[in-house]
């Protein structure tokens, strides 16, 4: 019979092995007490025939519990006792080993691309993370939740942040906050007056909020949220213009920049006053749009030494003070930051792509949209959202915070069953499972009926390890999340009802990794094939109809997730193959694909991917993305972008991102995809910048586990397969 080790491998159980262990203890107690041969062959004996019943093999835990009953069924109490402290002192060493594999940065494996391990803060981070895993598997959550986690069956996401109960991600009401100002734990903040002190107070929002949570923030509409403050700084520039070119002080209005006076309100009409007015104000904006990059790629706020996770979303303002705040969004984002100018990783900007308003000539945005495309080539930022995705259809045409956005990873907010409809702001994910599909298949003897018959099973456990979480969370003091709680941060906060009351309107999701894995294992082919796109969909099917029951029937907001696995792809084919060994077309790399993804190595055009990706996005409400790799020849090929994302959007993608090669050479600065050496000055010493999840990261090369970085040498060019390329 087999066992299974700790490390999740498989080994054969001999009745030596048992014998050998009981003996150990035996020789430690006192020799009166001493069992004789005789009697440790009888125990072992005993113990290999409990372990016959067992047709799967067995944990090694399990094992040594029946080792300690039989002991005391043969009344051995001393050896079963050294027998026992045994045990518990090899678990402390063993433990204390990944303990100071941490301290100490030893054995880094990148889990998390934008962590730094070998900093300080990273250091007590990991080893505080370490511990509350453990804590949360041992003594949290359920042995059901448990034994699915162990097994490679459904991952539980941020084990570390489990025990204290905190949630995933949020969309922040900016809104609000920069209108009627907030409170932080030292003082209050004063509304914003000024578009400079408005993003200002933006990078500071995103940083504390960050604080109060475990995943991503995101701005939902950035160019409506600072159109006021472009006004305030307009009224303001412009009494000074009449002060010093015109010498005009006594004027009763004072206050005027509390009047939201549109820009070109006829209220200013000075010509001359208007145009020192305007320079000013986008040499104002332009300033701290600059200084918004800057901090959010700077202000290393979590331990870890981790920057937060920040979105912006943008592009569909058509008044003159919102298009002037994408447009200068836009050109920051091409412009890069620091000496080099290198791409800015934080945030992720994504444009807002809509019908009539940015999408195609003519329409009042079209410029922002080209602007977008040409910082996309150079910088693969902005990502694209869709407006128009028929997953977001009845939103408020009159509310921007009801419009398609999404937080860069991918996590979306759909229609809200707790009654805030399809707003966006002050809703967010609170936290996901994934199912590890191919481990299923293989659990399933590889037969398709009983394959869809275990998922079903572990959608609904998903659903059971959901509601789990949901609950502790829920049970957490708000002032566990003063900042959160005490500015409405998080939307529907009653105070009498505890955080539940808010909680309840974001989402719960259910996740899925190696689609196209699971469909080799089932039917030798994926889903870029006919027959392997009709299994595709009904396995999507599933996952959907499930989450729109649990999500009637349980009044919370459940959807299906095609999870990043950023970490999991790697941690899951580990185990798999530890388990399973390799197989052709499945465990043959160090990394299973992405959720639905199309295999990164198929060849194919852009058109081809988007067309086999977009048969399955619309299953899914709790966020995913599609992305396309492309050549450098990106940069000189604005129309084939815009050729693409349109393409992506009119097949009802609801999130977009094209990949281009970004390497820049941390010696003189040159820019381009560069292989070995820098073209320009020889030098070696190049960060390749690639994309992971939804956001980027620094050199994947250092910064990427060894699952990710397989998977990115793995990634062909879909610009490769199109003739009229270049
Ligand atoms: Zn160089």
Known sequence: ??????NGSEENLTKKKIFDSIVKANDCVAEDERLTRKQIQRITDAVA?????????VHIDLIEDMIEKKLMEH?????????????????????N????????????????????????????GEAASYVTKEYALNHLISPMAKANHINNEVYIHDLDAYAVGSHNCLSIPFDDLLAKGFNTRQTDI????????????????FQVQSLQQFGGVAATHLDWTMVPYVRKSFAKHYRDGLKYIRNIENIDWINVEDK??????????DEAVKKYAMD??????????????????????????????TSINYGTCTLPEGRMVIRALLEGSIKGVGKFHKTSIFPCGIFQCGKGINRAPGDPNYDLFRLALQSTAQRLYPNYVNIDWSGNEGYDKNDPRTYSSTMGCRTWSAWDINGLGFMKDGRGN?????????????????????????????????????????DWICSQPAKSAKFMYENGTMYGYVPEEGIRSALKHGSLAIGQLGLAETLQLLIGKDHTTKEGMELAKRIEQLFSDRCNKFKKDLKLNFGVYYTPAENLCYTAMKKFQEKYGVIKNVSDKEFFTNSIHVPVWKKMSPFEKIDIESQLTGYSRAGCITYIELDTGAKHNIDALETFVNYAMDKDIPYFAINVPSDTCMDCGYQDEINDKCPQCGGEHIQRLRRVTGYLTGDYKTAFNKGKQDEVEHRVKHSDSMKDWK
Not at 1 to 6: G, L, P, V
Not at 77 to 90: F, H, P, W
Not at 435 to 441: D, F, G, K, R
């Open 1 to 6: 019979m087999k066992i299974i080790k700790r």
């Open 49 to 57: 025939e409990a372990c016959e019943q067992f047709e799967e093999p």
């Open 75 to 95: 009344s051995a109490y001393d050896v079963a006792k050294r027998y026992i402290s045994y045990r518990y002192e090899k678990e402390r060493v063993r433990n």
């Open 190 to 205: 004063r509304p914003a007056n000024s578009i400079s002190t408005a993003l200002q107070l933006t990078a500071v929002i």
């Open 97 to 124: 080993k990944n303990l100071t594999d941490k301290l100490y940065a030893k054995n880094v494996v990148n889990q998390n691309a934008n962590v730094d391990e070998f900093s300080f803060g990273g250091r007590i």
């Open 430 to 470: 609170i936290c996901p499972v994934t199912i590890i599909m191919p481990t299923l298949a293989m659990e399933a003897d590889r037969d398709v009926e009983k394959f869809m018959a275990l998922l079903d099973k572990k959608i609904g456990e998903a659903k059971d390890m959901l509601l789990e979480r949901f």
């Open 280 to 309: 000013k104000t986008l040499h104002e904006l332009n300033q701290s749009v600059e200084g918004m990059y800057h901090n959010l790629n700077t202000l290393q706020s979590r331990s870890g030494n981790q920057l937060p996770f």
């Open 260 to 269: 939201d006076l549109s820009i070109d309100d006829k209220f200013y009409d």
